[in-house]
Every structure is written in structure tokens, then in C-alpha cells.
Nanobody, 123 residues
């Protein structure tokens, strides 16, 4: 079973930046896809961005132009560079891997999940 571990969360002022990382613990694992989701307090889990195939990417409209998803060559680590952060970006950020159905934005379509990392953006 693939285990994913997120890191890089923290607290930042509005307009600041954070870089999240998520790595699979298995050295030989190579993903079909990797994605980032987030969940604000009392809200559902929202798809943020996905990377798949030979590096194709999609981002949610709410973060397009501010967040960038990327991965390493082995496809076992995914990153989320978050710039110009806003208070509404606050939440727990989860990484996911290997979606098996569409749409990519639905949390139930992924095989593997990390435990999450907290991102807090204050004004």
C-alpha cells in the first residue's frame, strides 16, 4: 500500500507564499497522477490541482494563476507552490495519488491519501 506524507504547511500573512511537498514512502512507486485537495473548517474536500501523464496539469479556477503543481522525475513526489495567498485559502491540504475515475476534482476517485498539512492565511 502506498503511503503519502505531506510537509510544508504553516501560517502566513495574506499575500505570502508557501511550498507544500508530498512524497510517497515507497522508493519504487511511480504515480499515474498526483493531486492536491484542501478542506476548510466545516466544508467539503475541494480539488485544487492535479498532475498526470507526462506532466499535464489542471488547476481549480479559485487558484489558477496563483498556485503551481509540479512533480519529480520519478513521479513519487508532488509539490504545490502557493503564491499570493488569501485568507480563503486556509484549510487542511491533502495530497492524493492515482485517480481511477473522472472527474479529477472528486476526492473519492483517488486510491491513496496523505494525512494532510495545515495552511493558515491571516489578514
Amino acid at each position: 500500500q502506498v503511503q503519502l506524507v505531506e510537509s510544508g504547511g504553516g501560517s502566513v500573512q495574506a499575500g505570502g507564499s508557501l511550498r507544500l511537498s508530498c512524497a510517497a514512502t515507497e522508493a519504487t512507486y511511480s504515480s499515474v497522477s498526483m493531486a492536491w485537495f484542501r478542506q476548510a473548517p466545516g466544508k467539503g474536500r475541494e480539488g485544487v490541482a492535479v498532475i498526470y501523464n507526462a506532466g499535464r496539469t489542471f488547476q481549480a479556477a479559485s487558484v489558477k494563476g496563483r498556485f503551481t503543481i509540479s512533480q519529480n522525475n520519478a513521479k513519487n513526489t508532488v509539490y504545490l507552490q502557493m503564491n499570493n495567498l488569501k485568507p480563503e485559502d486556509t484549510g487542511i491540504y491533502y495530497c492524493a495519488a492515482d485517480h481511477v475515475a473522472s472527474p479529477w476534482t472528486h476526492w473519492a476517485n483517488y486510491k491513496h491519501w496523505g494525512q494532510g498539512t495545515q495552511v493558515t492565511v491571516s489578514s
